[in-house]
DNA sequence: GCTTGACCTTGTAGTGGCTACAAGGTGCAT
DNA sequence: ATGCACCTTGTAGCCACTACAAGGTCAAGC
């Protein structure tokens, strides 16, 4: 498979594959005579189970590592479990941050009267001359 | 006030404060005759406002308008507004995002049993050898 | 056989919002 | 005179891509 073919069958852009293999966490296929990547289906599932790791927010460091575990078949799993569950905590604790973001700009909003700047209540919230 | 003072005072390090001048949405202030930045109370309401915009998440060319906006006093609000509406649609997103990562995640912990590599409920949803 | 076009190759630079140096200048106290 | 805290400039690094630029390869159609 050429690099085109396993972008769209992976969801992942040709782009974004040659970069994998640049950061060292896709290995580098065998190429062709005329030097095209040749891609088997081992590769096409790493980059499935990158994409997949991606989409749940896990930074390449975690998936080298969730990759190398991956293949030690039949040690113990808590190192996968405690990456994860690690990196649940950082996405809840994201989310409350942007909750804090959210309640304020809607009690921001909901406080302006469009008026002239000069009344602006989002501009005097975020002004030095507020309160 | 000396670079270092500012900084203290209105919570924006020293070198936030240059990196801000050299993109162009602070000021550049006199200096002093051994090219020391000397700033005024004008200069560190600008980094107020900037540091409050900044903590809900607005970004900086969202903060240029904000400021350039907020000069521009019996000019109605309505683009204020918007930019701010914008914003929080924008965060909410975010947030919704964040949720299912964390919906997701929460539910591939919750199937692992603790048991070896070949057998985790994590290794197995992230690899294609799932389902 | 020659052109067109889709695909591939490498390398480099840009994104955002800082942060971290390095290498040197200034100001004040001891 | 020495030390120390502070200031200056410039450059590079962070993350995970993304967007070129400039060129090579291959099949189809005329
Ligand atoms: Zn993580
Ligand atoms: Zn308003
Ligand atoms: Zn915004
Ligand atoms: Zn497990």
Redesign the pocket.
């Known amino acids: 498979m ?4 396993v972008a769209r069958k992976t969801g992942v ?4 594959i ?2 994998y293999e640049r950061e060292g966490i896709l290995n580098a296929p065998p190429r ?6 040749d891609y088997g289906p081992a590769e096409a599932a790493t980059l499935v189970f990158i994409r997949r790791a ?1 989409d749940l927010g896990f ?3 975690d998936i080298r590592e969730l990759l190398e575990l991956s293949n030690e078949d039949d040690r113990s799993c808590a190192a996968v479990d405690s990456l994860a569950r690690a990196h649940l905590d950082q996405v809840k604790r994201k989310i409350a941050a942007l909750q804090v973001m959210r309640d304020e700009l809607s009690r921001m909003i909901a406080k302006c009267e469009q008026d002239t700047i000069s009344e602006c209540r989002i501009i005097d919230t975020l002004a030095v001359r507020d309160r």
């Not at 050429?2 to 073919?5: P, T």
């Not at 062709?32 to 990547?37: D, K, L, P, Q």
């Open positions: 050429k690099i085109g073919e852009k040709a782009e974004t040659r970069f062709t005579r005329s030097n095209y990547r991606r930074s390449m460091p």
